[in-house]
């Protein structure tokens, strides 16, 4: 149990649908991270929220939007996904100014798109 | 940019021995944090081990030690006495100091290690 918990685990959606992946993070952190995992390839940040706002977005399509209401919870928006999309999404936070300053992950929403 | 290197894609222990899993890194800061994280079955990334470059003293935590060498750039993960439970996916991370650009964890492509009975 790492106190950071990702609903739903799994998820099937058309290429037209809209779903929306939550993060809830119980450690009292003050950042947020959205990872993509795909098969054969390292770990890919797309979002990172420290204080909830966005500080980075590594350049990925409109078609995935973060929201970041508080400390505690993080939302990732999908619409008009892709196949190529699929993959494991995985959640983090950390406390920035702490001294490792280590990320927590929650278990991660496996994502199909068909 | 920061690289993490991992260039065993695949390992294979019995259990009860030691294997290591190696990593190296590229960077030009002197301070920064390095990790060993682990991904079973179950994708749950689960954190081994964590070393903070200043210190020269490597890391131990329970069976998992780490050889971190600075000069050459190297932090391998060493597991003593593995067990069944220790088969996953093992990932060599490194993290900037806080101050340059908070948390931006730069992954390597991670060993899948088996551990046969």
Known sequence: ETGVTQ????LVMGMTNKKSLKCEQHLGHNAMYWYK??????????FVYSLEERVENNSVPSRFSPECPNSSHLFLHLH?????????????????DSSYNEQFFGP?????VL | ????????????????????????????????YLFW???PPSRQMILVIRQEAYKQQNATENRFSVNFQKAAKSFSLKISDSQLGDA????????????????RLTFGEGTQLTVNP
Not at chain 2, 1 to 22: C, D, G, K, R
Not at chain 2, 88 to 103: D, I, L
């Open chain 2, 1 to 32: 940019a920061q690289t993490v290197t991992q260039s065993q894609p695949e390992m294979s222990v019995q259990e009860a021995e030691t294997v290591t899993l190696s990593c190296t890194y590229d960077t030009s800061e002197s301070d920064y």
């Open chain 2, 37 to 39: 994280y682990k991904q």
């Open chain 2, 88 to 103: 996953a996916m093992y990932f060599c991370a490194y993290n900037p100091p806080w101050e340059t650009s908070g948390s």
């Open chain 1, 37 to 46: 995992q795909s098969a054969k390839k390292p770990l890919e940040l797309m």
């Open chain 1, 7 to 10: 609903t739903p685990r799994h």
């Open chain 1, 80 to 96: 008009t996904l892709q196949p190529e999309d699929s993959a494991l999404y995985l959640c983090a936070s950390s406390q920035e």
């Open chain 1, 108 to 112: 991660g929403t496996r994502l199909t």
